[in-house]
């Protein structure tokens, strides 16, 4: 087990809590920081791997949950994995598909056996289990398997349920780790639950680091709480975790809050967002986003971004992109590919500014560029303010 995930640091910031380092993992080397796109059902939406190669992405995101039903654990078995069914040479990591039976399904019953829903397929009685999900994620061959936890919305008020989860999530995290079949190719993160109640978060993270595995999840935000109560999670959860194992934020993908979990020390991050807003005719700027469904880029011949190495913006024009956004599928796959180019250039920077020892000064960059009349929301402010990097010096 000790051979299947090598994590090197290679630089730290002197001021924050910010590092880049190698993830060496079966099927690639990752850099740190990380954004992994999601691709649900074995594919990133609307992209080719190739595509996806091209722009630099090392590491993608499968669902455990829609990759059991379709293709499922047999086809799975028969191909040996899902790197050689989709043709992608690089890095997965897969979720437990414990997250959908309770953001997607009407019919989602929790207890101490698993998670009983009901099937998409057919509608029939299921149940997923720790054993199970680990099955699964043993079929699809990811370098990286997240245990089965129990998810609770952080902005449910109920202390004794988000108690229950907590230890129930270690319980859960023993029953992967002895029914986890590849222990020597795929690596097993458990996941830091606790909401934001930081007694409970700090006991989860405490008893995650008591087993032995090569690195951490933080889960259980990115649901709804203020970004306030959501920093302060990502730190004190950073903080408790070992330094010499990666960290990763699930359901992260922001620019403005990737940056600030790198400056709290967070290494990996997934999210939908980049692939999911180019649907809506959205892309991604240094200033945020614009959305070129609007009147206003008609005539627009510029590119998306005149900085960006990306296919489309070396090609297309803003005006044809208004053309044919929401109308023509092809547009999904323009957008997606401006959009996850620069959600790869932005971590690119992040860990170029690292080895070069001026990671606090691009955070202030960034921030000048993505609130331009210098009006942070004050969440940016002391998040930063926690790790010595001062939003008021950017001047």
């Known amino acids: 087990m000790e051979n299947t995930l090598k994590f090197e640091v290679l630089s730290t910031c002197n001021s924050t809590r910010a590092r880049t380092g190698l993830m060496h993992l079966p099927h690639y080397t990752v850099e740190t920081p990380i954004f992994m796109p999601v691709g649900t059902k074995g594919s990133v939406k609307s992209l080719l791997p190739d595509q996806l190669e091209k722009i630099d992405c090392q590491i993608i995101l499968g669902n455990t949950y829609h990759l059991g039903f379709r293709p499922g654990i047999e086809l799975l078995k028969k191909v040996n994995g899902l790197h050689n069914f989709m043709g992608w040479n690089r890095a997965i990591l897969t979720d437990s598909g414990g997250f959908q039976m309770v953001s997607l399904l009407h019919l989602a019953e929790i207890n101490e056996h698993g998670v009983k829903f009901q099937s998409p397929e057919d509608g ?26 129990d998810v609770v919305p952080t902005t449910l008020q109920d202390s004794a349920r ?36 930081k007694d409970l978060r700090t006991l989860s993270a405490n008893l995650h680091c008591e087993r032995k595995v090569n690195g951490y999840a933080i889960g259980g935000l990115v649901g709804g709480e203020a970004k306030e109560d959501f920093w302060r999670m990502v730190s ?36 939908v967002f980049p692939t999911r807003t180019a649907r809506f005719g959205c892309a991604l700027l240094s200033s945020g986003q614009i959305n070129l469904k609007q009147k206003t880029y008609t005539m627009d011949f510029d590119p998306i971004d005149k900085n ?76 930063l303010q926690s790790v010595n990097i001062s939003l008021q010096e950017d001047n």
């Open 124 to 149: 029939s009685e299921c149940m997923l289990t720790p054993e199970k999900s680990i099955e699964i994620q043993n079929a699809i061959g990811a370098d990286i398997i997240m245990q089965l936890d």
């Open 162 to 197: 988000m108690e229950e989860s907590t230890y129930r999530t270690t319980r859960w995290l023993d029953r992967c780790i002895k029914s986890h079949k590849h222990p020597e190719k795929q690596n097993i993160f458990p996941i830091v639950q606790g909401g934001l109640d």
């Open 236 to 271: 004190l959860s950073t903080g408790l975790l070992p330094e010499n194992k990666p960290k990763y934020v699930m359901g992260v993908g922001f620019a403005v809050d990737l940056v600030i979990c790198c400056a709290l020390g967070a290494d990996m991050y997934d999210c």
């Open 308 to 383: 960006c190495r990306c296919s489309t913006c070396k090609t297309y024009s803003r005006a044809y992109l208004h053309q044919i956004v929401a109308v023509e599928s092809v547009a999904c796959n323009l957008l997606s590919v401006h959009n996850l180019t620069y959600q790869m250039d932005l971590m690119k920077g992040i860990r170029n500014s690292i080895k070069e020892n001026r990671f606090p000064r691009f955070v202030q960059e960034f921030m000048s560029n993505m609130y331009p009349s210098k009006n942070y929301p004050q969440w940016c402010i002391d998040a």
